[in-house]
């Protein structure tokens, strides 16, 4: 009561709007004039609130895009390098089919082999003696 009484003799208006306290200028003399300038304060504070608000949900959307831009292109690269991997297995895996196949032959040739050689020396052993 007694700062109010103060502020109103020092001709300096100091109202309380909501949580803070404005100076309300000395040349609004009545009530009304009073909550018209009060009401296009607060008209002004939330056109920059709104306008702050805007240019935040702006630059989170593009932060978002960026990251989205970044996940899309890594996706197509890990797809790209998977399609590589598979084709570098499948023809591992047919090369892998080529060369056992040709071990089965070269084993087989070598089991014949061994085979004739030990009937050959045995024979040569018999016709020997």
């Known amino acids: 009561w007694y700062q109010r009484r103060v502020r109103e003799m020092e001709g300096n208006k100091s109202r309380r ?7 309300v200028p000395s040349h609004l003399k009545t009530e009304e004039e ?7 304060q607060r008209m002004i504070k939330n056109r920059e609130s709104a306008c702050l608000s ?3 949900k702006k630059e989170y959307l593009a932060t978002i895009e960026a990251k989205l831009s970044l996940a899309t292109q890594h996706g197509s690269m890990l797809a790209s390098e998977n399609t590589r991997l ?4 499948e023809s591992l895996e047919s090369e892998n089919k080529l ?3 040709a071990l089965d ?11 004739n050689g030990a ?4 024979s040569q ?4 003696s």
């Open 34 to 40: 009073v909550r018209n300038w009060k009401k296009q």
């Open 54 to 56: 805007r240019k935040r």
């Open 17 to 23: 709007a909501g949580r803070c306290v404005m100076t």
């Open 99 to 101: 060369l056992r196949e």
């Open 119 to 122: 009937t050959e020396t045995s």
């Open 125 to 128: 052993t018999d016709t020997a």
């Open 86 to 89: 598979r084709k570098d297995a």
């Open 105 to 115: 032959r070269l084993n087989y040739l070598a089991s014949n082999i061994s085979k």
